[in-house]
């Protein structure tokens, strides 16, 4: 079985930070969002990995290199501009053919892996699984709709929804998918759907296996999903790296330390990661934030946030809260005090507060 994991798209919801870097890249606790997804599709046994990509393709290539680091050979994909999920499988047959494959969205992310569920789709040896979750605004997804427990419909954006369950971003296939994609039209946003594919398939016989998720599964495309995700994943975490914390400082919950972070009289309480090399004085890091690596934050509160690399973030006089800021980012006071901050704030930029 080989995997195959889309990493284009331009992310215009997490627009300024994505002007700079791919949305795949952008970390959930300290880690790219995108390594999520390989590492999950090679704990579930899979190491030949192919990546669509397409104007971030040099960046995605320099973070994930050949794959090794994951303990994957990864086969890079060029795809000349966002023309549907449905295409990328069409442009990625010569490395898939012969073999189920799961597709899986760069930017999403599923509690547990996929493990289980590729099991799943071996055991049960259809031409099609497709994860379903449970959601608020199905008008947002593809919807599929069941009748006793089979899939007769899928939908791309429906504006009037006959379910709430959306198309989470794994999809499991065999090479009948190829049939399909070859058989559909573009959409009305000259796009190749793949629910249009998956429709096909259901209208012609093929076995289509819905697959309900029990645990989370988000979708990062929008700050608050990123700072959710952030939330999620930090509370799995074990608290590590304490043994080096300046006595002067008072540590709270699930908190790591990576090497090389320094705390100077400050107080962390976790869910919390602090970077490699991060400095961190005379602060409130408070639940829910990640500090990446080389930032530094002294005398400023921040809580349910996430900082990227090489940041500083010096004498801010109100707390900051539920903000996404990119990587060497400065932000300082000015002159008079505002009485609340929220920021989402692209690479390389410096705010002066007034």
């Known amino acids: 079985m080989k995997g195959l994991i889309l990493s284009g798209g331009k992310g215009t919801r997490l627009r300024p930070l994505t002007y700079t870097r791919a949305k795949q890249l952008v970390p959930v606790a300290n880690k790219p969002v995108l390594f999520y997804g390989v590492e999950a599709i090679v704990a579930a046994g899979i190491r030949d990995i192919g990546v669509v990509v397409g104007d971030t393709r040099e960046e995605i290539q320099n973070a994930l290199g050949d794959g090794s680091r994951f303990g994957a050979r990864i086969t890079y994909i060029e795809q000349d501009a966002p023309r549907g999920l449905a295409h990328a499988v069409l442009i990625s047959e010569k490395f898939l053919r012969g073999e189920p494959f799961v597709m899986y969205l760069g930017d999403n992310l599923i509690a547990d892996g996929i493990t ?22 199905p008008e947002q997804f593809g919807v599929a709709e069941l009748a006793n427990g089979t899939v ?9 929804p006959k379910s709430n369950l959306a198309l989470v971003g794994v999809y499991m296939f065999d090479d009948t998918i190829f049939e399909a994609v070859r058989a559909i039209k573009p959409s009305a946003r000259q796009e190749l759907e793949i629910t249009d594919a998956i429709q096909w398939l259901v209208d012609h016989g093929k076995s289509v296996h819905p697959h309900i998720v029990s645990g989370w599964w988000k979708d990062t495309g929008k700050i608050e999903d990123m700072l959710e995700a ?5 509370d799995t975490f074990t608290a590590r790296g304490l043994e080096n914390v300046d006595s002067g400082c008072r540590v709270e919950g699930k908190v790591v330390v990576e090497p090389g972070a320094r705390l100077v009289h400050s107080t962390i309480r976790g869910p919390a990661i602090i970077g490699e090399g991060a400095e961190i004085r005379d602060a409130f890091v408070g639940p829910y934030t990640s500090i990446g690596a080389g930032c530094f934050v002294e005398r400023c509160e921040i809580e349910n ?5 090489g940041s500083r973030l010096e004498r801010i006089p109100v707390r900051i809260a539920d903000s996404l800021i990119g990587t060497n980012v400065r932000i300082h006071p000015g002159v008079e005090r505002p009485r609340v901050h929220r920021f989402l704030i692209g690479d390389n930029s410096e705010i002066g507060l007034v």
């Open 116 to 137: 289980a569920l590729v099991d799943d789709y071996r055991s049960i040896g259809c031409n099609s699984q497709i994860l379903l979750a449970r959601v608020p605004n």
């Open 152 to 160: 007769i419909r899928l939908t791309e954006k429906p504006r009037e």
């Open 305 to 309: 946030s996430i900082v990227l690399q």
């Open 230 to 234: 952030n939330r999620i994943i930090l």
